[in-house]
């Protein structure tokens, strides 16, 4: 299907090229097998629960569920990637949902053998670039404090970024509607006065 579909071909840091496009309702089977090629380390940091043991037809729904709300109040999109094994593997996926006029919370997932060559960094930032274009103001988003890898990407990505410790996980607020001139105001703000909430 993904022929069928205005695609963009993009390159990650790591020289990979990969075929982003939006999420649309009968990407079930893509979500699915993503989930599949993610570890329990990586289900654990996209759910912030464990899922190693969950049902594959509870997966399945959960899968069609996300497709399909891609009608509504969410925006999503999927990356593919030619792998040694297949072409056109789904390698990697991310949305947001709103969760009022201004605000929409976020999710990103990348099959393991994928991560750590920028492929979350490009989906994080088409969600930003879309959610700016679409007059949403705020993204949130819940993190793990000890999921290295999403740290360091939030801290590229340009944006101000407030941060929430809440024990082992933080809770996050990318402001995307934000002029650089107020981003960095806040910034020397908060370093002059307070330490919470931390800035990345």
Known sequence: MIQQLATNALQTRTGLTIHVRPLVPFDAPYLVDLFENM????????????VDHVEM??????????????????YGVVAFA??????????GAAR???V???????????????????????LL????????????????????????????????LGCRLERQS??????????VQETVNRAQDFQDTAVDY????QMI
């Open 96 to 98: 947001y949902v709103m």
């Open 125 to 156: 930032r088409q969600l930003i670039d879309h959610a700016a274009r679409s007059g949403i103001v705020q993204l949130i988003g819940t993190v793990q404090n000890s999921n290295a890898a999403m740290w360091s990407m939030l801290s590229k």
């Open 39 to 50: 570890g329990s380390d990586s289900r654990y940091n996209r759910f912030l629960q464990p």
């Open 100 to 122: 009022s006029s201004a605000q929409a919370e976020i999710g990103v997932s990348v099959r393991d053998d994928m991560q750590n060559k920028g492929i979350g960094m490009i």
């Open 57 to 74: 037809e509870r997966v399945w729904q959960e899968a069609e569920n996300i497709a399909q709300k891609v009608i509504g109040a969410s």
């Open 82 to 91: 030619d792998l040694p094994a297949r072409d056109d593997a789904p390698v």
């Open 166 to 175: 809440e024990g082992s996980y933080s809770q996050i607020t990318i402001h």
């Open 194 to 197: 307070s330490p919470e909430p």
